[in-house]
């Protein structure tokens, strides 16, 4: 999709950063799903309706149970979607057609979808739940996920390669909530204290993400210093 311009030219710079999740569990899902994909691609599905619907499904099922504390049956039915996020881009490899504008309507609608997960956790503290520290760190859980996101696109929107995944990536905020929010629904089948999971969860990743924003932050800033520097030399050599 074209590299960066500060990154032209220059030795690969060192991803900073664990991004566990993405590097070992996307290889797995890859050759899970890719049979799946292929058989979309048969039925004449296009990568972009799966990205819309999958989104769809996802903002269905966290909008409709999650505010009513309904998280087992919200996390059945996201889960069933979610995953179409890892298939309309093997669907587009598959058929020779990445392209942008998929880029483009992958990451838009990623941002949505988790805009719809972390305010439904919110809606629900601040209704029946009732709990308005939760409400404010499911808030703040959405918010921080956003901007993390953000400081990647905008850094290398002005030609940085961003050479960081960070803490909490997309995927670890969707495992980490998912996973808990799945188990604390089960509270309301008569397993005791499982509830509490939610709640852990979303601090664990309210923390994550703040530091996932500082080291992208910070990388940024370093980038920036380094390239603006380099085109100043550049500029004074001519
Ligand atoms: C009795 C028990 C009840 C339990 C109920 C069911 C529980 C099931 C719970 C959860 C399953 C959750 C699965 C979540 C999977 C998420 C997969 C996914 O969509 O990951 C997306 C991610 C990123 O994709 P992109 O490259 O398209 O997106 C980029 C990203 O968003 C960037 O954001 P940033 O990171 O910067 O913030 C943007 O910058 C960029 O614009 C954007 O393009 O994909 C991956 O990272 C790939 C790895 C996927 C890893 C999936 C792991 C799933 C692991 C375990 C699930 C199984 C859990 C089982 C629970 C057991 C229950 C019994
Ligand atoms: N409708 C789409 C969706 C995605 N793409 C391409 O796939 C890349 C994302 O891959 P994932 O495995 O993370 O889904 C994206 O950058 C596009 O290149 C597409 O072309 N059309
Ligand atoms: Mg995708
Ligand atoms: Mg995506």
């Not at 999740?21 to 899902?29: D, E, I, V």
């Not at 995953?83 to 309309?88: A, I, K, M």
């Given at each position: 999709m074209g590299q960066p311009v500060a990154s032209r030219g220059r030795a690969?710079?060192?991803?900073?950063?664990?991004?566990?999740?993405?590097?070992?569990?996307?290889?797995?899902?890859?050759?899970?799903?890719?049979?799946?994909?292929?058989?979309?691609?048969?039925?004449?599905?296009?990568p972009d309706t799966v990205t819309l619907l999958g989104t769809a499904g996802v903002v269905a099922g966290a909008l409709v149970f999650y505010p009513m504390g309904e998280f087992f049956w919200g996390t059945v039915v996201i889960t069933l979607f979610v995953?179409?996020?890892?298939?309309?881009g093997n669907m587009a490899r598959q058929l020779g057609r990445s392209s942008r504008w998929g880029a483009f309507l992958d990451s838009t609608l990623d941002r949505v979808a988790d805009g719809a997960i972390f305010g439904g956790f919110a809606l629900w503290y601040a209704g029946g739940g009732d709990d308005i520290a939760l409400c404010a760190v499911s808030i703040f859980c959405l918010?921080?996920?956003?901007?993390v996101s953000y400081t990647k696109a905008r850094g290398e929107s002005i030609g940085l390669p961003v050479a960081?995944?960070?803490?909490?990536?997309?995927?670890?905020?969707?495992?980490?909530?998912?996973?808990?929010?799945?188990?604390?629904?089960?509270?309301?089948?008569?397993?005791?204290?499982?509830?509490?999971?939610?709640?852990?969860?979303?601090?664990?990743?309210?923390?994550?993400?703040?530091?996932?924003?500082i080291q992208r932050v910070v990388t940024v800033r370093r980038e920036?210093?380094?390239?603006?520097?380099?085109?100043?030399?550049q500029e004074a050599a001519k």
């Open positions: 690969a710079t060192p991803t900073l950063g664990k991004a566990m999740l993405n590097k070992y569990a996307r290889a797995f899902f890859t050759r899970v799903l890719t049979p799946f994909a292929a058989f979309l691609i048969r039925r004449g599905v296009s995953f179409s996020d890892l298939v309309d918010a921080s996920g956003q901007v960081v995944n960070g803490l909490v990536e997309r995927a670890e905020r969707l495992v980490i909530s998912l996973v808990a929010a799945g188990f604390a629904g089960l509270h309301k089948f008569g397993v005791p204290g499982i509830q509490y999971l939610l709640p852990v969860a979303l601090w664990i990743v309210a923390v994550g993400s703040l530091v996932t924003l920036s210093a380094e390239a603006d520097e380099a085109a100043g030399a």
